[in-house]
Every structure is written in structure tokens, then in C-alpha cells.
């Protein structure tokens, strides 16, 4: 018989500044072709199971001379953390970019059992 209760519902959040190259003149800013940034993001309490993570852009700085190509993602989700990826392609320059995001799930109690298979 599973004991029901009231889940334990977790909101954590944040901003992070995903890369900063049109000073040091990184790829980003200065290549060509696909390009990629990640960063792995750590949560201040583990989840019971993966959380929904969603991000945005809090501040990008792009060279409009091209057009503007960019994907912002989430991968590799787990209870613990998760990467946030930033993808470019052709000709677009991004001097820098900063992310914010919000994960909400569901908390472990103090008294849970393993799971035991």
C-alpha cells in the first residue's frame, strides 16, 4: 500500500552570463559555422525527480550587420543540475549572452524510502 501525501514543491531560480567573447575575441564572436556554449547549472536542493527547467534570454549582445541565428536549450536534465546550451550557426557574432532560468519540481521528504528494485 503507497502512502499518499502532499508533495513538496521546490522553485529554484537564477541568471548566469553563458559566455562574455567580443573582448577577448572568442569564437562566438569572431567564427563562423556552428558554434556552441554550455554551462552546467547546479540546483541548491535536489529534486526527487527531474525537475521542469525553463530558460531565457536576460541579456544578449549581437552584431546585426547578419542575421540573427540562435537556439537556447536545456539538456541533460537530472535531479541534482542540468546544462544550459547556447547554439549559433553561418555568420551570426555574439559578442555575449546571459541566461536566466526557473526549475519547479517535486521535493524529496526527509523520511522517503529508496526505491529498491
Excluded: C, H
Excluded at 5 to 20: H, T
Excluded at 33 to 42: D, I, S
Excluded at 102 to 114: Q, T
Amino acid at each position: 500500500m503507497q502512502r499518499l501525501r502532499n508533495p513538496r514543491i521546490g522553485i529554484d531560480q537564477g541568471e548566469l552570463v553563458l559566455f562574455s567573447e567580443f573582448d577577448s575575441g572568442g569564437s562566438m564572436w569572431t567564427g563562423e559555422g556552428a558554434r556552441e556554449r554550455r554551462k552546467l547549472v547546479t540546483f541548491q536542493e535536489a529534486y526527487r525527480r527531474p525537475p521542469a527547467v525553463q530558460v531565457s534570454i536576460s541579456l544578449w549582445d549581437m552584431d546585426t550587420s547578419a542575421a540573427i541565428r540562435a537556439e537556447l536549450v536545456t539538456e541533460n536534465i537530472t535531479t541534482t543540475d542540468f546544462e544550459v546550451v547556447f547554439r549559433t550557426w553561418a555568420d551570426s557574432r555574439i559578442a555575449r549572452l546571459r541566461t536566466a532560468w526557473i526549475a519547479m519540481g517535486e521535493l524529496p521528504f526527509d523520511d522517503d524510502w529508496d526505491d529498491v528494485d
